[in-house]
């Protein structure tokens, strides 16, 4: 038993999460519904790398904090929230372009019975003012990743302060080693949570196949098949950009699959978040720059959502037989864009903003009803894209910094070109 787990153990992770993906897949189809049977472990593995995320978000970026000068860190934070945005835009851009090209839902209409309730959006002055937590155990309790983003960055900067301080540079000197011996436990915490991680893929692929079924692939594969090429052409454009960065990107994507393929079966952002900041810390990336920019993308940063809110629009368009003009579709841009912003990285979310951009347009929100019925397939590839623009933004951001004096040896690796 010993040598069996041993052998486990020691095999490529990746591996292990493709054997289990296609299983997952084969007992979804073979057993169908009855596949739910296996929920209950998949939930154990989202509720696994939840475990993780604030300690992992609160140490590193306290320790990240502390590896720069302030001024370093601010301007990092400026580039990171102009390339979420631009990222976040151009996605919306290329789903619009490729979903015209092959213009789904054509040729369908609405039966009249869908109905659907729209959701509530916390709107972006909300979404502002919850980067200041009311207390900072309501910021934890209820999973406010900006909030513990600032959280993070006030104490972090307050060790900074101390240890730069001439009568508290030890208390200062010893918070931080602390913290760093906090991060490192949990860092370590993860390695064992990364065994269990085929098993919970096995079970959440059985689930949402079999749930799903054939048929519902086929009644929409026209809309997924769009949405699969949009995703697949901003890859595409992600390896253009790393490509004139001089990144690697096989040695990129050799690091960053496992929170890719993680993603894209948990649908959650936020809890792949613990294997985006191991895969950061693998290329060879800052703890500086990834410590707030992972953690910031996972909340604001949706290149996935946001090409599907084009293609959704698109195809709503189609079905109500009221194809989008030029400024319709610079208002999904702007609109799309605006609404990525603060939507929570949890399954489901990509629906909220769909509705959204439909009120605002003026398309048929019940046209969101026949896209609920595929939420889970298109949202796979939506939360993986999701991830893979983080890790890209990260990459990109950490070569225009290289040469700066906070990078030293961190930014070198072998992720380069």
């Known amino acids: 038993m010993k040598r069996l787990w041993n052998r486990y153990a020691s095999a490529s992770l990746i591996l292990k999460i493709t054997i289990a993906l296609i299983l997952g897949v084969a007992a979804g189809l073979l057993m169908g519904e009855q596949a739910a049977v296996f929920a209950p472990l998949g939930d154990l593995l989202i509720r696994l790398l939840t475990f993780l995320i604030i300690p992992l978000i609160l140490f590193t970026l306290i320790v990240g904090v502390n590896q720069t000068t302030i001024g370093n860190l601010g301007r990092m ?28 839902g054509q040729g369908m209409s609405l039966g009249g019975n869908e109905t659907f309730d729209v959701p509530d959006n916390p709107g972006i002055v909300s979404v502002l003012l919850n980067i ?53 436990a949990a860092l370590i915490i993860l390695k064992g949570i990364l065994q269990y991680v085929p098993v919970g893929v096995f079970a959440i692929m059985a689930k949402t196949v079999g749930s799903q079924g054939v048929h519902t692939l086929v009644e929409l594969g026209g809309m997924i098949g769009v949405l699969y090429a949009a995703l697949l052409a901003q890859i595409v454009l992600y390896t253009v950009a790393m490509l004139l960065f001089k990144i690697n990107p096989l040695t990129f994507f050799k690091h960053a699959r496992t929170p890719i393929v993680t993603a894209f079966v948990t649908q959650s952002s936020a809890g792949t978040l613990p ?39 698109v195809f709503a368009a189609n079905i109500a037989n009221t194809p989008l ?42 046209a969101v009803a026949l896209l609920t019925s595929i939420d889970a397939l298109i949202g796979m590839g939506a939360t993986a894209l999701n991830v893979t623009g983080d890790l890209v933004g990260t990459a990109l ?10 990078i030293k040896d961190e930014g070198e690796g072998e992720w380069q070109a």
């Open 77 to 104: 934070g400026g580039k990171v929230f102009i390339y979420y945005t631009l990222s976040s835009a151009a996605a919306i851009m290329v789903g619009l372009a490729v979903a015209s090209l092959f213009q789904p």
């Open 325 to 366: 003009s030029l400024t319709d579709m610079l208002m999904v841009v702007l609109v799309g864009t605006l609404a990525s912003i603060g939507t929570a990285g949890v399954p489901g979310a990509g629906i909220v903003m769909i509705a959204t951009v439909f009120v605002q347009l003026g398309l048929p929100v019940e």
């Open 397 to 406: 951001i950490s070569k225009t910094e290289e040469h700066k004096e906070h």
């Open 132 to 184: 200041v937590p009311s207390n900072i155990a309501s910021a934890f309790t209820e999973m406010n990743l900006l909030g513990i983003i600032f959280t993070a960055l006030t104490f972090g900067i307050a060790i900074s302060v101390l240890r730069s301080s001439s009568k508290m540079n030890e208390l200062g000197d010893h918070l931080l080693k602390t913290v760093t011996a906090l991060n490192e």
């Open 275 to 313: 294997l985006s900041l191991k895969a950061a810390k693998d290329l060879k990336l800052p703890r500086s720059l990834y410590g707030f920019s992972l953690p910031l993308g996972a909340t604001i940063n949706m290149d996935g959502a946001a090409i599907r809110i084009a293609v959704s629009a």
